[in-house]
């Protein structure tokens, strides 16, 4: 089936630094999408993506869509405390479907 | 505006027990997915409703069932449960049947574990 690769699996970082993770697929995808999922929440949807070449911030994220249109980048500058938590990627499995399939996460930790 | 809500929030069965989860989508939100989130498998998707009927049904078992009410709520019923259904299960609602991504929000999720 369908299939998002993401890495890193987990990322452990100093307070202040910037932060890059990306999502690859075999497929082409027309959306891209990173959500962030915090402890005891559902994910929260951070950034869209819906154009190949793409670049898209929110505050110190910014995410980016392929050009090949499998793949996409987040980046966050500037990290704080507060951006624990879980990091996915997702796509829509089809149109006219609330079906996202999700990659595995990235888990970000940030240190003091 | 209140988000989307799920009860319970915990839940402890025993194998072969069955469970029911509920979820109460956002005011005005007409379509409900539900996914299943566990450390090996991810976030997957499980089913959709839209307007009482489902639309869609993702690769699980025939133990998962759904429906949706009139008003838009929504339940899950696992039957004969077992150790791998543990899980943290989330809906998420939008308006209309037409995807958008920012028009859905997920709820916190029902926290299930079978012992």
């Known amino acids: 089936g369908q299939q998002l690769n993401q890495s890193p699996q987990s990322m452990f970082i100093q307070e202040g630094e910037d932060v890059s993770m990306n999502c690859t697929s075999s497929s082409i995808f027309n959306t891209w999408l990173w959500y962030k999922q915090e402890p005891g929440e559902g994910p929260v949807l951070l950034i869209a993506?819906?154009?190949?070449?793409e670049l898209t911030s929110n505050g110190r994220l910014t995410a980016q869509f392929g050009i090949t249109r499998k793949d996409s980048f987040l980046n966050i500058s500037a990290s704080i405390p507060s951006d624990v938590g879980i990091y996915f990627c997702?796509?829509?499995?089809?149109?006219?479907?609330?079906?996202?399939?999700f990659g595995q996460g990235t888990t970000l930790q940030v240190k003091p | 505006k209140a988000g989307v809500t799920q009860t319970p929030r915990y839940l402890i069965k025993t194998r072969g027990q069955q469970v029911t989860l509920s979820c109460s989508p956002i005011s005005g939100h007409r379509s409900v997915s539900w996914y299943q989130q566990t450390p090996g498998q991810g976030l997957q998707f499980l089913f959709e409703?839209?307007?009482?009927?489902?639309?869609n049904k993702g690769n699980f078992p025939g133990r998962f069932s759904g429906r949706q009410f009139s008003n838009s709520r929504s339940e899950m019923n696992v039957s004969t449960l077992e150790l791998g259904d543990s899980a943290l299960y989330l809906c998420?609602?939008?308006?209309?049947?037409?995807?958008?991504?920012?028009?859905?929000?997920f709820g916190p999720g029902t926290r299930l574990t079978v012992l």
């Open positions: 997702a796509v829509p499995g089809s149109s006219n479907t609330g079906k996202l399939i």
């Open positions: 993506l819906y154009k190949a070449g």
């Open positions: 409703y839209f307007s009482e009927t489902q639309r």
């Open positions: 998420a609602s939008r308006p209309r049947l037409v995807y958008t991504a920012d028009t859905q929000y």
